[in-house]
């Protein structure tokens, strides 16, 4: 099942574009980023810190960026390795489109995980990528409008998705 | 009651057959029981691994340095470092033929090919130092397209596992008996896909091994939570080049095996490789998420089953084909091959039936080693065929006692050769049948059942019969290589005041072997049960032998210690007549006591012990007492000791929700004499729960990546008090004529058909619906999507 | 992460105990690793199995999930000592009598929670004894043993309870 998310952000689809591409906004905005290093302009490496269930680990991967469509979208691939905690990796189509002057951006994600995260967390990935995505955009949107309220709740989403609406609706 | 032979069994039954405690048990009420890691040694190392979390992985690098500086870390060891001590496994052997496996070496070298495949080994002041090492090894790793399901392994486009195999398939098999065509045309047909999930053993004590090398004299002392110690001391001197003599394993009290404690694990190959290279004692014990991840597990079968019957209910062949995937290699020393070899042999064997055709495809996957586990192939086996029964007994119209009656094997047709060649010697289908009517008030429940149906509550019986092997011969696995032992040895020794200890070869996991040997010695040398003493699972201690698996402790073990103990009878009365200067023939030995003709207590066997050792002077000249006898038995006669029973299940399904409540479940059963009924319930009644848990709730799920998910026993449901019914047993008694004991095997009894009974059960709750299911675990989605409940 | 040990006093099985531990220590470790107390098994690790119960303070708890500092000035009773007690013997009988333990891994878990579901009095209907013991997994007997054994230990209790001195 996919993750999907859409949020109105009040700027241009040239800064939104931008702020995506920007090492510095990304590793603001992904959730526990301890590091974020561009290789080039389509690839970074990452440190990252989470918690799946009872599970915690510090990921060191990469960040990948293919299918760039300046300023349309792009996919975004990433994969970690967390030690005995096992592998994360994870992708997510970005769209950007025009509309009225702001930007509406829209997400599709897909994550996978193994070893001990998949036989301890498997019961918990959805719900745990759905939040993380969650709050990697709902923190983008807010960085982009100011500190706070620029991202509506979802457009729409494809799931009763309890924790993203409750995010976007605190920020 | 009845007994199915017509040879009458000497029991002299003062122990044999009574239903006596287990007075060894005793120290687990006292906390005083003594698991592999209870055990602390001076200077001990503790062991964690790393796993590669991938399904399958190219590793290209692995980098121990930052780690190895972490505290209390002893030495970190890869692959490489074990690969120059340890001689590769092959779980291949010679008489299944054309079958492949990739060597084995205790870590991974350059590919992974499980996820939970261990890499390298830490060994630590403690267990939790060694975890925070490995938290600092690096490791590059490139993921590999994995084979997670069985059939798209077969794909010719498939990744392969074992690339100098050239295919994914480790051994294939075909069956044919009879004319299969002609049984099938112009029969009625009936048939199913049926779908078998992966479980594990889920024993309560995790694995565990301390390995103690000494390089001082080249001695290597393992405690080692197994169930074939004599196995594991040939294997460890065979691949790391030791000298066997020197090599003593030792199994302590092992909290559970069920079958999965007896497979080389890598770990534990990696243990004693740790021990070998430090010199230090080093000890691992598994936590249950590497348990679940490291552990065989059992099953994962798909089989495609038909049978054809004719108008009148007579049953007249099987076509069966099973696909089974089995792990990215065969386990060691046994193969992974043995569960589908039996699945396609038992299928059909407590019927009439000549015209047989089955095909068996043992594939590689990359999900965990998939081996032996209680009951092999037994459950699977009965599913099918007892499913089929009863679904060619609705469609011609019969009850399923009645159909089971006009085609099971009957007292007049043994010795009996299945049409798949096992030769049975004598089993009592028809009267466990009879039985097992009486006993569960089949027209009383089933008129409940109707009743009951009226007001909206869906009950189910279901039966199911099997037939067991047990007390295998050199059959199984000696014919083709394997270095498994199918004999056992037997040592008693009077001590010094003239008590009995007895070393013996079978070896003790709770299921109560050391009770019920000590109950035929007792018996067989004449002496008083409580100056018994058993001692097992010390490859130092006692004569080498087979252990404990495929239900051969009573009746392989039994009959070593009851021949022992004749011969230590007579070699006491021998004694006793040369101190009194009286023929030995005129005396005997009844509960410790030296009698004669006349039940005269001549003396006991406290003075003659006594006499013997510290007055030997008074013996005659050149006659020594030899009050130390050994005995080995092995199998002779039939290759198996067949078992049979039959068990019946009664549940109640809440359409509603889909969840299956077992109310009842009964089993007859007979295992030929009957040592200690008490225990040999118990034994039912365990692995009868171990059924159902298959049945209902334990699966082993993987995502289609390979990835383990439900590794824990949060998420890994075992059946539990409150959801287990109360299960009556009952006996009946057909002794082997291969032994004078008598004794089959009973351990697996209970797994082999309950979870069928419930799957027939379930069936027949659902059968008004119109629904059916063909795969275990029942879970609660499965049922409601059974009856078209849910999508 | 915190390394620095920490002192610790327990009462243990009616002896108080001190000892430096490190934070991270789990009270089952603690017990089996610095006290030689075996007879607390670990199962699951994540209170799931039930092997590891103790009785702390009187109620039964996972040792596996609480750490030793967290028991610092209470009292934990485990098997060795409530066997040593003679508190649970009625228990014991009627486990060994019934054959009521196979491979032993649970017992010392089943044996405290037997205590914990006759601990009120009465005798407990079946259902509600297998209820008690859900949370203690049992891999060998099925389960009907152990109940049928603490079924007998109440109605023991219960009919001792009325013959008894008023």
Sequence with gaps: MDITGEYRIAASREIVWSALNDPDVLRQCIPGCKELEAKSPEEMDAKVALKVGPVSATFSGNVRLEDIVAPEGYTLIGQGNGGIAGFAKGRALVRLAEAGGHTVLSYEARAEIGGKLASLGSRLIQSTSRKLAGQFFDSFAAHLGGKRATADAPVSAEVDDLELIHHTQNT | MSNASDIPFAKTTKYIGAALPRATAKRFLFGRGRYTDDIEVPRMLSAAFLRCPYAHARILAIDTTNARKFPGVHSILTGVDLARICRPWVGTLTHFAGMKSAPQLPLAMEKAVWSGHPIAIVIAETRAQAEDALEAIQVEFVELPAVVDALDGLNEHSALINEAAGDNLIYATQIEAGTIAQAFEDAEIVEADFIFGRHTAVTMEPRSILANFDPSTGRLDVHQSTQTPYQFQDVYARHFNLSEANVRVVAPDVGGSFGMKLHVYHEDMAVVGASI???????????????????????????????????????????????????????????????????VRLIGAAYRVTDYRAALRVVAQNKNQMSQYRAVGHPVAFAVTEYLVDLAARKVGLDPFEIRRRNYLTQDMYPHTTATGYQIERLSLEICLEKLHEVMDYAAIVAEQER??????????????????????????????????????????????????????????????EAIIAQIVAEAVGTDIAT???????????????????????????????????????????????????????????????????????????????????????????????????????????????????????????????????????????????????????????GVVQG????????????????????????????????????????????????????????????????????????????VFGASITQIPMTPERILRAIGAVG | MLTTALLVTVMVNGESVQRFVEPRLSLADFLRRDLGLTGTHLGCEMGACGACLVSLNGSAVHSCLMLAVQ??????????????????????????????????????????????????????????IRDALSGNYCRCTGYQSIVDAIETVAIARAEKEVGGPV
């Design chain 2, 692 to 767: 159902l848990g298959a049945a209902l709730f334990e699966e082993c799920r993987y995502s289609a990546s390979g990835q383990l998910l439900n590794g824990s026993m949060a998420d890994y449901l075992v059946p539990m008090a409150c959801e287990m019914p109360d299960i009556e047993v009952y006996h009946v008694e057909t002794p082997t004529r291969d032994t004078e004991l008598g004794a089959k095997g009973c351990g697996e009894a209970g797994t082999a058909a309950s979870s069928a009974a419930a799957l027939n059960a379930v069936n027949n709750a659902l059968s």
């Design chain 3, 71 to 128: 028991a610092d000035g209470l009292s934990v009773d485990t098997i060795e000592g409530l066997a040593e007690s003679g508190f649970i013997s009625d228990l014991q009988t009627a486990f060994h009598e019934r054959n009521a333990m196979q491979c032993g891994f649970c017992t010392s878990g089943m044996l405290i929670a037997a205590r914990e579901c006759l601990a009120h009095g009465g005798v407990p209907s079946r259902e509600e």
């Design chain 2, 452 to 513: 009951l149906r009226r007001t909206g509550v869906y009950r189910g019986i279901g039966i199911a019969t099997y037939v067991e092997i047990t007390n295998p011969s050199p059959a199984f696995y000696g014919v083709g290589g394997g270095h498994v032992s199918a004999q056992d040895g037997c040592i008693l020794k009077v001590t010094q005041s003239g008590e009995i200890q007895c070393m013996i070869s079978v070896t003790e996991q709770g299921q109560g072997t």
């Design chain 2, 532 to 686: 018994v003493r058993v001692f097992t699972g010390d490859t130092d201690m006692t004569p080498a032998g087979g252990a404990a698996w495929a239900c051969r402790g009573a009746g392989v073990g039994g009959e070593t210690a009851l021949q022992a103990g004749k011969k230590l009878k007579k070699r006491i009365v021998e004694v006793a007549g040369a101190i009194l200067h009286c023929p030995a023939h005129h005396l005997t030995l009844v509960d410790g006591r030296i009698v004669d003709a006349q039940q005269h207590t001549r003396m006991t066997l406290r003075e003659l012990a006594h006499l013997s050792y510290f007055r030997s002077d008074l013996l005659p000249a050149g006659r020594p007492a030899e009050l130390t006898v050994a005995h080995h038995h092995g199998p002779s006669g039939f290759p198996f000791a067949f078992t049979n029973g039959i068990h019946g299940s009664l549940v109640e399904v809440d359409v509603e929700t889909g969840i299956v409540k077992i109310l009842k479940h009964w089993v007859v059963e007979d295992c030929g004499t009957v040592i200690n009924p008490l225990l040999v319930e118990e034994q039912i009644r365990g």
């Design chain 2, 277 to 343: 290279i430090s010199g230090r004692p080093v000890k691992f014990t598994a936590d249950r998420m590497e348990s679940f991840a490291s552990d065989i597990h059992a099953r994962d079968h798909r089989v495609r089953a038909r049978l054809a019957v004719s108008s009148e209910g007579i049953l007249r062949g099987f076509d069966v084909d099973d696909v089974t995937g089995v792990g990215p290699f065969s386990t060691y020393p046994r193969t992974s091959v043995v569960e589908g070899n039996q699945v």
